[in-house]
């Protein structure tokens, strides 16, 4: 057997090593100017990144994580709430709202976009909630509990269909914050504002992961909270640096959240990189697009809908019998990934939640199905075909009954 070249799912070494003489500069002028925690380097990003989302303010903290649990937190969102999202998304979507003392409550995705469908959303908010007599409060007959938040997730780098969720949400007087952590500089068309929206800068707040494998991302740990709102800014800027607006002067509790002033420098210079980054990436799902619509119908495409323009974080195709596809993949050498293989409603971390399989049936067979093919900037087009290659043939000899089973069975 001839050894090919392995073709990862990621590829986190060739952008580094491009750019490795600016990114060691900003740790060299770290370290001589002492700048560690706060400083330009940090506000500098920030109002770069502000910029770069179309909002007014940018809160740099330590992970996409603390983003949306600062974010939940500075809306108002409290103990003993409850908070809508889907289950088709990373646990660090509803760790947030659990972590802020709320409840985590489900809404299925989308068919055809895998994220949050904005009828299952009003079929909620309409028909299994009800209105408290006295207070006026949106009581959840699931949970008991006041719903006081949405969470849409923008997957994959593209956003949920934001027009009917916002709408629904004023509706209900609910707070939406977006889930961005897949999203830089995905852009929505909003036929309610008549013009393209970025990611970050629809719902009350946003949330950033800036992990290393995101569209942009550190050298480590980071993320960041966008908004037009000055006080959620300014409240999330104390929750992140121990509630205090000057040094011990602490109006509240908060945490160590920070963003890191290396981090955020290199943050900054790898910015100036992310329109070009995101158009290599959408010009790759366009090859692949291409590539696979001859493969047959056995492997369904990425629907991108007319009122998104999607960055392809990840590029995710759905097949029957997925796990032979990734086994007979990793044979040649090809890199895949699954996200993600459960849905969170099914997760043991849920189990006290009560839902069980079937509530939601889109999610689950996302979850059975979805393969991520590698997909980054410098993915090279042979590197496609290889991989578009090797699926169909895969594919057809799953059609003519020679699919070997053997793979799975292997240790
Ligand atoms: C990556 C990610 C997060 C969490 O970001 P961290 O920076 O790893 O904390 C949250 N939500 C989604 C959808 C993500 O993909």
């Not at 494998?213 to 709102?229: F, H, M, Q, V, Y």
């Not at 929750?239 to 290396?262: C, P, S, T, W």
Request: charge should be negative; proline fraction near 5%; aromatic fraction near 8%.
């Amino acid at each position: 057997m001839t050894v090919v070249n392995k073709i990862p799912f990621l590829d986190l070494v060739t952008p580094h090593v491009d750019l490795e003489e600016e990114l060691v500069s900003v740790f060299r002028g770290a370290l001589r100017s002492a700048g560690f925690i706060g400083g330009p380097m940090v506000e500098d990003f920030e109002r770069e990144f502000a910029e770069f989302c179309d909002t007014k303010y940018c809160v740099g903290v330590g992970s996409g994580t603390d983003a949306l649990r600062f974010a939940l937190s500075g809306a108002g969102v409290r103990e003993g709430d409850s908070v809508i999202t889907v289950p088709n998304t990373f646990i660090a979507t509803t760790e947030a709202i659990s972590q802020v003392g709320a409840r985590p409550e489900f809404v299925d995705v989308d068919e055809q976009t895998s994220t949050m469908d904005p009828e299952r959303l009003r079929d909620l908010l309409d028909a299994q909630c009800e209105r408290e007599p006295g207070s006026g409060r949106l009581i959840s007959r699931r949970t008991r509990r006041p719903v006081t938040a949405i969470v849409p997730v923008h997957l994959y780098g593209q956003t949920a269909d934001m027009d009917p969720i916002t709408e629904i949400a004023e509706r209900h007087n609910l707070v939406v914050i977006e889930d961005s952590c897949q999203a830089h500089g995905a852009e929505y068309f909003s036929s309610k504002n008549n013009r393209w929206m970025k990611a970050g800068s629809i719902g009350r707040a946003a949330a950033f992961s800036f992990y290393p494998g995101k569209n942009l991302g550190a050298c480590g740990e980071a993320g960041a909270i966008t908004t037009n709102d000055e006080e959620l800014a300014h409240k999330t800027r104390m929750i992140r640096d121990h509630g205090q607006v000057r040094k011990y002067f602490h109006d509240m509790e908060g945490y160590n959240g920070r963003l890191d002033a290396i981090q955020a420098g290199i943050l900054r210079r790898k910015l100036k990189h992310l329109l070009s980054w995101n158009e290599q990436r959408q010009e790759r799902a366009q090859l692949y697009n291409k590539l696979l619509s001859e493969v047959g119908d056995s492997a369904i495409l990425p629907i991108a809908p007319p009122w998104a323009k999607a960055m392809y974080h990840l590029y995710v195709i759905r097949v029957k019998d997925r796990d032979q596809l990734i086994a007979m993949l990793a044979l040649d050498n090809i890199g895949t990934g699954i996200h993600y293989p459960i849905p969170l409603h099914l997760q043991t971390a849920y189990g006290y939640l009560a839902y069980k399989e079937g509530d939601f049936p889109v999610s689950e067979r996302l979850a059975r199905e979805v393969v991520s093919l590698p997909m980054y900037p410098n993915l090279a087009a042979e590197q496609q075909h290889r991989v578009v290659e090797k699926i169909r043939e895969i594919l057809a000899d799953r059609l003519a009954g020679k699919s070997d089973r053997s793979v799975l069975a292997a240790p």
